[in-house]
């Protein structure tokens, strides 16, 4: 009973749902620290990414018996979709206003994101990424991003009548990059760029923070179920066995053991087999770097953050880092805040580099306090620059 009863502090239950499952976690925000109330995961089969009618009832009933029986507080939440549901593309045009630019991006979204007429209604939404100078003239970079209403519609609807209150829903490289945002918020960190990869089962997204502001992000079709498949073919054995050795392998890594679990010529032959595709991501994330600095012409990015459940792929660390020429890390989405309550939760793994959007998600209003924090600033700056000014002499009469 207790539960539905929103304590201060406390923040809304971050839910990914991404194509190995989903993962939830709430914090409490108090005196500008984070501390963790609670968390769980629920393995899915990613296969199907569609959000049919009996995958949203499946999805909503998993998720209202784990908030009811995980500790968590409240029901208010905010919700991520798997990323094969978004359609994201970059797009330049004239400066305008926010309005106008939405009213654009209304007019021919369709087109511009590749759905049919037959694909229904859409939820589109835009993101501003930066400006472009093209010789004299200077454009404006935006990011939309669209995915379909109907299965949007109906998830949220199935989550409300379990008794949850979804407040919003935002693509999952914007709750990564604002996980990792936090404490780049001044105005003196406008000019500090990072690379955020987030590589997932079926997927990899590349953003460029610039700041604590998404001002690049590209979707790739590399992911962890591409080296699964590989390495299984390479050793002739089911997927399904490769992917608990590849698990095995992940986790010793992350934990810092430098002796893998698996016997030395199946852990060489599992990396032969994914190093090809490790090629293949350090090109791909060597172009994006070049496209953002031939566009936004900014600095170069200062470190590399690794993130997403692949993220523990032992060596691929070190082939990032020697390939991009940048400080390359695992990306911890926990490391500053309290886990003290962690040992009352089921899930032992919640500081993994696959936490990253759930706790991102979670921290969404952080966002509208900054944001309101820094215009009451600005206008107390704005005020204080108008006191100073001297007052006008009248004019003596003549």
Not at 137 to 154: A, F, K, W, Y
Not at 222 to 234: F, L, P
Not at 357 to 362: H, T
Request: glycine share 10%; proline share 5%.
């Amino acid at each position: 009973m207790f539960g539905f009863i929103r304590q201060p502090g406390c923040l809304p239950i971050g839910i990914d749902i991404g194509s190995s499952g989903v993962r939830m976690v709430q914090f409490r925000h108090r005196r500008g620290r984070l501390s963790l109330i609670a968390s769980t995961k629920i393995e899915r089969d990613g296969s199907d990414p569609q959000l049919s009618d009996a995958n949203c009832v499946s999805i909503a009933n998993e998720i209202q018996q784990r908030v009811g029986a995980t500790g968590f507080i409240g029901r208010d939440c905010v919700l991520s979709l798997d990323d094969r549901l978004l359609r994201i593309r970059a797009i330049r045009q004239v400066a305008m206003n926010d309005d106008e630019v939405t009213r654009a991006i209304s007019h021919d979204a369709r087109q511009r994101l590749g759905f049919k007429d037959d694909d229904g209604d859409l939820e589109v939404d835009w993101i501003r990424a930066g400006e472009v100078r093209q010789g004299d003239q200077s454009n404006d970079e935006i990011i939309i991003v669209g995915t379909r209403l109907e299965p949007l519609e109906q998830l949220i609807l199935e989550l409300a009548g379990q008794g949850l209150r979804p407040q919003a829903v935002e693509p999952g490289f914007l709750a990564a990059g604002r996980c990792f945002s936090r404490r780049y918020r001044r105005t003196s960190d406008m000019d500090v760029v990072r690379l955020l990869v987030d590589i997932g089962r079926t997927s990899t997204g590349v953003s460029l923070l610039r700041g604590s502001h998404v001002v690049f992000h590209k979707p790739l079709a590399i992911g962890g179920d591409r080296m699964t498949r590989a390495a299984a073919e390479r050793l002739g054995i089911e997927p399904s066995t490769v992917h608990d050795l590849r698990r095995q392998r992940k986790v010793a890594s992350l934990s810092g053991r430098e002796e893998s679990p698996l016997e030395y010529r199946v852990d060489r032959a599992i990396f032969e087999a994914v190093r090809p595709i490790m090629d293949e991501l350090a090109h791909e994330l060597s172009l994006c770097l070049r496209y953002y600095g031939v566009t936004f012409r900014g600095a170069r990015p200062e470190r590399c953050v690794v993130i997403g459940g692949e993220a523990g792929e032992p060596r691929l660390i070190e082939f990032l880092k020697d390939t991009l020429h940048l400080t390359t890390e695992v990306g911890q989405p926990l490391e500053h805040v309290d886990r003290a309550g962690l040992a009352g939760c089921p899930d032992r793994e919640i500081a993994g580099p696959e936490w990253s959007v759930a706790a991102g998600l979670c921290m969404s209003p952080l966002d509208q306090a900054a944001s309101r924090s820094a215009d009451r600033r600005r206008r107390r700056r704005l005020a204080g620059d108008a006191s100073a000014k001297p007052a006008q002499k009248p004019r003596r009469a003549a």
